[in-house]
């Protein structure tokens, strides 16, 4: 029968599911153009210079960044679910890039190989990024924990405001790492590198930026600024005083070209794909998730994946090469006022007529004002706020923030996240392996029963424990719940029942189903039952299929604790009893 026609059909709605760009159209509000054209104006003024200085340091010529800037864009727009994401050129990236390679070029090094390898790197990686997302691996979404996202924000803010100090006031370092690039930037101060009148330029923009963001946050400070001291290159020939600028671009646009490399360069081609593609969902992923929360949306990781993959593909298809998202880019756009991923693609048509049309238009943007747009996205990226609620809140957490922000500062981006996702995978495991238990007793005035840890004074049932364990119950912490109720019976000779409130127990492995059996053969022989109350339904399953009731009488399952107690009251007389009270 056929479906309804109000009801698209089960193709329909996984085709839109997988190009979020449809749904935009479908769903833009005209009150975001304008804000939407604007943050991509912004956006092209940084993205022209970063573009053409990551192609470089990938080993290619130049104008590849453009040509990988414009269809990146367009790729992730069409296929991204964020709104804000930026995808482009990255730093991280280039070093890999030309790693993978540089080995595979001929002895001088043509400069068309070098392209079509890198293009045909990118379709890889877009291939890898999309099989991957079709085949639902954006679970690696969710193990950035908050406190770690904070702590990769703020190593990341970090290293950018670091790494373009020297842009900032007129002079470049060849050093690499967060220490190193410090300290080059604290010699080059004291060697007399700083142009003065670079300095003053960077260090204005800079200032100019963070207080129109500040006073008059409805005016585009970044794309003011631009303006301002792009005139102020021109009207006072400050070139001819040393202030570097991004001169005089290519022309022309890419053209759809498949990329002609040989059998023999697939697999060491397809080895630094798998690598750049984990460095870039990695990547990706917790930038996407600091954005998300910091926006109230949710991660669609699995469509994240596609959405990377398609831009790779495009960009690959362009004669371009692999890109991944940037933070600080990502900033620059959300901070200009972006609504959709419509301002990528006006920042790509920006780009497209800027090289058809008006290449010399950048020449005139000092670099000094791009280092300061860079440093003043990269502060908007800092949460000091949240940082200082960790600190107040949960020091274990804050610790785990400054392990990510040290990760991410000193070892690079790529450990840095590493850090972070096994940090937040270490601290669940943690959780689970030493979880919260307690011993609970009735307190007066208030209903239920409760830990003793936190009313000292509440009573007990003599011969009775309730004791509750707060997590799943599977091989990392069978052994630590089996000492603990042997403990209690060694702790008490009287001991009769021991009732576990097993509500929080989600799970019982196999090693915990032996760990049971065995535990309740020593019980018995000493004449203690081993009681279970609320038990969920799937986990008494488990224990059926375990055969855990040969040892275990079914008659010791319950269904609430008030049962359980009453049932001990019912069978011993026993009365509620102060620890105060004499025995």
Known sequence: MAAPADRPDVGERTWKEHVPGLRLVRSYERSWLPKD?????????????????????AGLPPVTGLYTSILCLIGYAVFGPSRVLVLGPDSSLGPMIAATILPLLLAGGDPARAVALASMLAIIVGVVMVVAGLARFGFVADLLSKPTQIGYMNGLALTIIVGQLPKLFG??????????????????????????TAAVIGVSALAGILLLNRFIPKVPSVLVIVVLTALLVKVFELQAHGVDTVGVLPQGLPTFTIPQVGWGDVPPLFLGALAIAVVALADTMSTASAFAARQGERVQG???????????????????????????RTAVAEQAGSRSQVTGVVG??????VLLFANALMQYVPQPTLGAIVIAAAVSLTDVAGTRRLWLQRRTE????????????????????????????????????????????????????????????????????????????????????????????????????????????????TTASDMLEDLDTWLNERGVS????????PVRAKIERYELTR?????????????????????TGAGWRSPKEPA
Do not use: C
């Not at 943690?430 to 009313?455: F, I, K, M, N």
């Not at 081993?530 to 339904?537: G, R, Y």
């Open 302 to 328: 699995n469509q994240e994946m596609i959405g990377i993959g398609a831009a790779n593909i495009a960009a690959g298809a362009f004669q371009g090469f692999p890109v991944s998202t940037s933070g600080s």
């Open 398 to 509: 804050f610790l785990l923030s400054l392990i990510a922000l040290l990760g991410v500062a000193l070892l690079g981006v790529l450990p840095g996240i590493l850090i972070a996702v096994g940090l937040s995978i270490l601290n669940v495991f943690r959780r689970t392996w030493w979880p919260h238990q307690a011993e609970l007793g009735r307190v007066e005035g208030v209903a239920g029963l409760h830990d003793t840890e936190s009313y000292p004074d509440a009573e007990r049932l003599p011969g009775l424990i309730v004791y509750r364990f707060d997590a799943p119950l599977i091989f990392a912490n069978a052994r630590g719940f089996g000492e603990n109720v042997r403990a209690m019976v060694d702790d008490d000779p009287a001991l009769r029942w021991i009732v576990v409130a097993a509500e929080p127990i989600t799970d019982v492995d």
């Open 551 to 571: 040892t275990i009488s079914p008659e010791h399952f319950l269904p609430t604790v008030d049962e359980a107690v009453a049932e001990f009251r019912r069978q």
């Open 530 to 537: 081993l009681v279970f109350a609320e038990m969920k339904d």
């Open 37 to 57: 054209v604007v943050a991509g104006l912004v956006l092209s003024a940084l993205l022209v210079p970063q573009g053409m200085a990551y192609a470089q340091l």
């Open 348 to 353: 790509a048509a920006v780009i497209a007529a």
């Open 171 to 196: 002079f470049s370092t060849d050093a690499s790492g967060l220490v190193a690039e410090a300290n080059a930037f604290v010699s080059g101060l004291f060697t007399g590198s700083a142009n003065r």
